[in-house]
């Protein structure tokens, strides 16, 4: 018999009744029932009952010995009785009555339990993140992770890519976050960065004649974390592709992400690839007020600005006449009660907003004060212009899109919620919210620049390497602002779940798409001389797409923080408390990297 285990803790059977078998483990739970002493034993595969008698002659050792130590057993494998038998356990009709015990490494008090899945402070769990894995859901989310990592290796690997690494030390690159720096210790005071992805090295991949790359690549980004966001690194299912255009991306790779959300959603709906709508960025803005639409909830706004010019509710009236102004309406069919506009209009205020006007319609005039001042007609004309009847109601939003699209696509989500809570439902008898579902889409033509307000300049308002829609052309076509990227973004549910683009291949457009953002031939050849220079020797047309593995197995664990399916996170605050990263470094280290410190000056109190 093997030292430690002839079987492991969720391993044995009823088959298995008479045999001698040898366990190691964890001490999941014990509990002493009228003498007998029982143990849940805990390893990576599952749980098995120990049962220990009163005349063993361990039995104080067993008595005294704490959870989460590590013991090793010995004994014969019973039945237990029917009125016993634990369903929801594999090794349910089964128990291990006891012939040996040891302990093999006696745990202290815990920081925090193990047992049962309490809601413990970030800063303990983190701190003992250990501790923290082995709780049943952690370790489940964990193990999901590994699974659909696998699945999608499989899936690109039938699509006949293939796996390559791309250096991690590489140079600055601007993909929107800040760097992460290394210090060279043989070249003085210059640095490495850590990559933001591997964008340059997958497409010099292509430029060197390889046709379908992947990889599932560590990215490092010094930005601050959020729910859906961590903190200084990620992984990414990175993909490059040749010869192909923006479809020939999305076909192939969006099926082998849709299988693997399948592979895993258990009874939840996954929307079918084919159904997958493809929405253009400005759309997108106008009907759902975010390039990240939660399409689990169908409302869709409508631009109403031209109703209220001239009207007599002088404020919509006011804005209807200012340059680049518009009102927006929110559907609500079945929301026509007070209480609930009240709701609304409550939580808006609680928004920073002034309030929400509605509408709230019926079978004459129409109800609130935005119906009062507009009258009748104009009310009747609006209703059918949103398809809306007696009962229903709409909400408003007004000013500078720009300005006021976050709210707006908060206030879309909010309104949709609080209906479907209220047992309400959309036009056609549609839910206002499918919690059961997967829902995708692509997000396409997005804007090439946008504008800087805090430099008042024109930048990148997405990725400085995509092909502009039309090419160089489009540069004598349009104005900056107008120029459209071949970008995309694959959303679900209201996440971005990846990004990618047809590639500027060609050093023409790549200089003249740079000078456009205020960025001389000098600045491209110095920042991306490598690529640049590659693309003068020939370089294919080229296109790829990064899936966020986080956020794929975020919500197939149906978690709300992304730090509850990696591994070992870095807090919100951006430390790792086990190891206590980040740290000083030491006189010496800093000597052969050639750093001073300069520690921010503080202002003195008083």
Same mark, same amino acid.
């Given at each position: 018999?093997?030292?430690?285990?002839?079987?492991?803790?969720?391993?044995?059977?009823?088959?298995?009744?008479?045999?001698?078998?040898?366990?190691?483990?964890?001490?999941?739970?014990?509990?002493?029932?009228?003498?007998?002493?029982?143990?849940?034993?805990?390893?990576?595969?599952?749980?098995?009952?120990?049962?220990?008698?009163?005349?063993?002659?361990?039995?104080?050792?067993?008595?005294?010995v704490r959870a989460e130590?590590?013991?090793?057993?010995?004994?014969?494998?019973?039945?237990?009785?029917?009125?016993?038998?634990?369903?929801?356990?594999?090794?349910?009709?089964?128990?291990?009555?006891?012939?040996?015990?040891?302990?093999?490494?006696?745990?202290?008090?815990?920081?925090?339990?193990?047992?049962?899945?309490?809601?413990?402070?970030?800063?303990?769990?983190?701190?003992?993140?250990?501790?923290?894995?082995?709780?049943?859901?952690?370790?489940?989310?964990?193990?999901?992770?590994?699974?659909?990592?696998?699945?999608?290796?499989?899936?690109?690997?039938?699509?006949?890519?293939?796996?390559?690494?791309?250096?991690?030390?590489?140079?600055?690159?601007?993909?929107?976050?800040?760097?992460?720096?290394?210090?060279?210790?043989?070249?003085?005071?210059?640095?490495?960065?850590?990559?933001?992805?591997?964008?340059?090295?997958?497409?010099?991949?292509?430029?060197?004649?390889?046709?379908?790359?992947?990889?599932?690549?560590?990215?490092?980004r010094d930005e601050d974390?959020?729910?859906?966001?961590?903190?200084?690194?990620?992984?990414?299912?990175?993909?490059?592709?040749?010869?192909?255009?923006?479809?020939?991306?999305?076909?192939?790779?969006?099926?082998? %992400?849709?299988?693997? =959300?399948? $592979? /895993? !959603? #258990?009874?939840?709906? @996954?929307?079918?690839?084919? *159904?997958?709508?493809?929405?253009?960025?400005?759309?997108?803005?106008?009907?759902?007020?975010?390039?990240?639409?939660?399409?689990?909830?169908?409302?869709?706004?409508?631009?109403?600005?031209?109703?209220?010019?001239?009207?007599?509710?002088?404020?919509?009236?006011?804005?209807?006449?200012?340059?680049?102004?518009?009102?927006?309406?929110?559907?609500?069919?079945?929301?026509?009660?007070?209480?609930?506009?009240?709701?609304?209009?409550?939580?808006?205020?609680?928004?920073?907003?002034?309030?929400?006007?509605?509408?709230?319609?019926?079978?004459?005039?129409?109800?609130?004060?935005?119906?009062?001042?507009?009258?009748?007609?104009?009310?009747?004309?609006?209703?059918?212009?949103?398809?809306?009847?007696?009962?229903?109601?709409?909400?408003?939003?007004?000013? %500078?899109?720009?300005? =006021?699209? $976050? /709210? !707006? #696509?908060?206030?879309? @989500?909010?309104?949709?919620? *609080?209906?479907?809570?209220?047992?309400?439902?959309?036009?056609?008898?549609?839910?206002?919210?499918?919690?059961?579902?997967?829902?995708?889409?692509?997000?396409?033509?997005?804007?090439?620049?946008?504008?800087?307000?805090?430099?008042?300049?024109?930048?990148?308002?997405?990725?400085?390497?995509?092909?502009?829609?039309?090419?160089?052309?489009?540069?004598?076509?349009?104005?900056?602002?107008?120029?459209?990227?071949?970008?995309?973004?694959?959303?679900?549910?209201?996440?971005?779940?990846?990004?990618?683009?047809?590639?500027?291949?060609?050093?023409?457009?790549m200089y003249k798409a740079?000078?456009?953002?205020?960025?001389?031939?000098?600045?491209?050849?110095?920042?991306?001389?490598?690529?640049?220079?590659?693309?003068?020797?020939?370089?294919?047309?080229?296109?790829?797409?990064?899936?966020?593995?986080?956020?794929?197995?975020?919500?197939?664990?149906?978690?709300?923080?992304?730090?509850?399916?990696?591994?070992?996170?870095?807090?919100?605050?951006?430390?790792?408390?086990?190891?206590?990263?980040?740290?000083?470094?030491?006189?010496?280290?800093?000597?052969?990297?050639?750093?001073?410190?300069?520690?921010?000056?503080?202002?003195?109190?008083?």
């Amino acid at each position: 018999m093997h030292i430690y285990r002839s079987h492991n803790c969720g391993e044995l059977r009823k088959d298995d009744v008479g045999q001698t078998v040898r366990l190691s483990g964890w001490v999941h739970r014990k509990r002493d029932h009228g003498g007998l002493l029982f143990i849940d034993l805990r390893d990576h595969y599952g749980l098995t009952q120990l049962v220990v008698e009163p005349e063993a002659p361990f039995f104080a050792d067993v008595e005294a010995v704490r959870a989460e130590s590590v013991i090793r057993v010995e004994g014969e494998v019973i039945a237990r009785g029917s009125d016993v038998v634990n369903p929801n356990l594999p090794t349910g009709e089964i128990e291990i009555r006891l012939s040996s015990f040891e302990v093999m490494s006696a745990a202290s008090d815990l920081p925090l339990p193990v047992f049962g899945e309490p809601d413990y402070p970030e800063d303990i769990r983190m701190r003992h993140r250990y501790l923290d894995l082995r709780r049943e859901g952690m370790h489940e989310n964990i193990m999901l992770r590994s699974r659909v990592i696998s699945n999608l290796r499989r899936g690109m690997e039938k699509k006949g890519f293939t796996e390559f690494q791309t250096p991690i030390l590489t140079a600055s690159s601007p993909e929107g976050a800040r760097d992460f720096l290394v210090p060279s210790r043989l070249h003085a005071g210059k640095f490495f960065a850590l990559p933001q992805a591997p964008q340059i090295f997958k497409q010099l991949i292509m430029v060197s004649g390889f046709d379908r790359y992947f990889q599932v690549a560590p990215c490092f980004r010094d930005e601050d974390a959020r729910a859906d966001r961590s903190a200084g690194e990620f992984y990414q299912l990175d993909i490059e592709m040749s010869f192909v255009e923006q479809q020939d991306v999305l076909d192939t790779t969006g099926p082998v %992400v849709h299988d693997a =959300f399948a $592979a /895993f !959603a #258990g009874e939840r709906q @996954v929307d079918p690839y084919e *159904d997958w709508a493809k929405i253009s960025y400005s759309d997108a803005m106008r009907l759902y007020a975010t390039d990240k639409p939660d399409l689990r909830i169908p409302i869709k706004m409508v631009d109403v600005t031209s109703h209220f010019r001239g009207s007599g509710f002088k404020v919509f009236a006011d804005i209807a006449a200012r340059d680049k102004h518009q009102i927006w309406a929110i559907p609500a069919p079945q929301g026509a009660s007070r209480a609930f506009c009240d709701r609304v209009d409550k939580w808006a205020r609680s928004e920073g907003q002034p309030g929400m006007a509605y509408i709230m319609f019926n079978d004459s005039d129409g109800q609130g004060p935005v119906a009062k001042n507009i009258g009748p007609d104009r009310v009747r004309f609006l209703g059918e212009k949103l398809g809306l009847k007696s009962g229903d109601a709409c909400f408003f939003v007004a000013g %500078v899109p720009s300005e =006021f699209s $976050a /709210f !707006a #696509g908060k206030a879309r @989500v909010k309104i949709g919620l *609080d209906l479907h809570e209220l047992g309400k439902t959309y036009f056609g008898g549609l839910p206002y919210f499918e919690s059961n579902r997967f829902a995708f889409c692509w997000i396409v033509d997005f804007p090439m620049y946008e504008w800087d307000e805090e430099h008042k300049k024109v930048e990148f308002g997405h990725n400085p390497f995509s092909m502009p829609l039309g090419g160089l052309e489009a540069f004598d076509t349009f104005e900056p602002l107008g120029i459209l990227a071949q970008q995309y973004d694959l959303v679900c549910n209201g996440y971005e779940m990846a990004s990618g683009g047809v590639r500027n291949h060609r050093p023409d457009i790549m200089y003249k798409a740079f000078e456009v953002a205020g960025y001389g031939p000098e600045v491209v050849e110095d920042k991306f001389g490598g690529m640049l220079n590659a693309f003068k020797y020939g370089a294919p047309p080229h296109a790829g797409v990064a899936y966020g593995i986080d956020r794929i197995v975020m919500l197939l664990a149906e978690e709300e923080n992304i730090r509850e399916v990696t591994m070992f996170p870095l807090t919100q605050g951006a430390e790792d408390l086990m190891l206590g990263a980040p740290s000083e470094a030491s006189p010496e280290q800093l000597k052969d990297i050639h750093i001073k410190v300069v520690k921010p000056i503080t202002e003195k109190k008083g």
